[in-house]
């Protein structure tokens, strides 16, 4: 089956340490994207890479990271940079202007980190 | 820089019944393309409908159903029959044509009450 998977569904950080977030599609898409969200509300960009090698911050960058070295995984770090990641991290792709889905993003399931 | 409101934080509606979530949202572009979420406990993001702008037609998608209104920039879901299992948060959603980024109101919960 194609899809996103993130990995881990929880995570817990002590406040000073980096984390990573993976995100792995086998979707063949181009374009992936991170997002947080917090409770009540909606869901806010972080970063987001349209091609391998290439991404862009975007709304909310600010203590985050990504990479891009392969197509299919997007993985992020949380830095202690963040000053407050306790959130719902949402990993998402986006197929090419070929493909049928092109106006689907297709989301994982998402990963809970918690800062203790 | 595009703007997507949900005035709805909650809304409630007895089983089978027909309720209708709003959204608006502004842009200054013509082509676009229009989107309901739908975020069950699971926390899956599930894509229920869309809209493309240029079309004058309501998208449908069995008991799910909008209200496109392009000049009013207004994109209401109905939902119809309502279900226990369309109990969840709702998420209105915008991407420009030619962009690669969703835009996201802030979401509505809906309850579904037996």
């Known amino acids: 089956d194609g899809g996103i998977t993130q990995s881990p569904k929880y995570l817990f950080r002590k406040e000073g340490q980096n984390v990573t977030l993976s995100c792995e599609q086998n979707?063949?898409?181009?374009?992936m994207y991170w997002y947080r969200q917090d409770p009540g509300q909606g869901l806010r960009l972080i970063y987001y890479?349209?091609?391998?090698?290439?991404?862009q911050k975007g709304d909310i960058a600010e203590g985050y990271s990504v990479s891009r070295e392969k197509k299919e995984s997007f993985p992020l770090t949380v830095t202690s940079a963040q000053k407050n990641p306790t959130a719902f991290y949402l990993c998402?792709?986006?197929?090419?202007?070929?493909?049928?889905?092109?106006?689907?993003?297709?989301f994982g399931p998402g990963t809970r980190l918690t800062v203790l | 820089a595009q703007t997507v409101t949900q005035s709805q934080p909650e809304m409630s509606v007895q089983e089978a019944e027909t309720v209708t979530l709003s959204c608006t949202y502004d842009?200054?572009?013509?082509?676009?393309?229009l989107f309901w979420y739908k975020q069950p406990p699971s926390r899956q993001m599930i894509l229920v409908i869309r809209?493309?702008?240029?079309?004058?037609q309501n998208a449908t998608e069995n008991r799910f159903s909008v209200n496109f209104q392009k000049a009013a920039k207004s994109f209401s879901l109905k939902i119809s029959d309502s279900q226990l299992g369309d109990a969840a948060m709702y998420f209105c959603?915008?991407?420009?044509?030619?962009?690669?980024?969703?835009?996201f109101g802030q979401g509505t919960r809906l309850t579904i009450n037996p």
């Open positions: 979707l063949n898409h181009d374009a």
């Open positions: 959603a915008y991407r420009s044509e030619g962009a690669q980024k969703l835009v």
């Open positions: 809209q493309e702008a240029y079309k004058q």
């Open positions: 998402a792709s986006i197929g090419t202007r070929a493909d049928i889905s092109y106006n689907e993003q297709f």
């Open positions: 890479s349209q091609i391998v090698n290439d991404f």
């Open positions: 842009t200054s572009e013509s082509d676009y393309y």
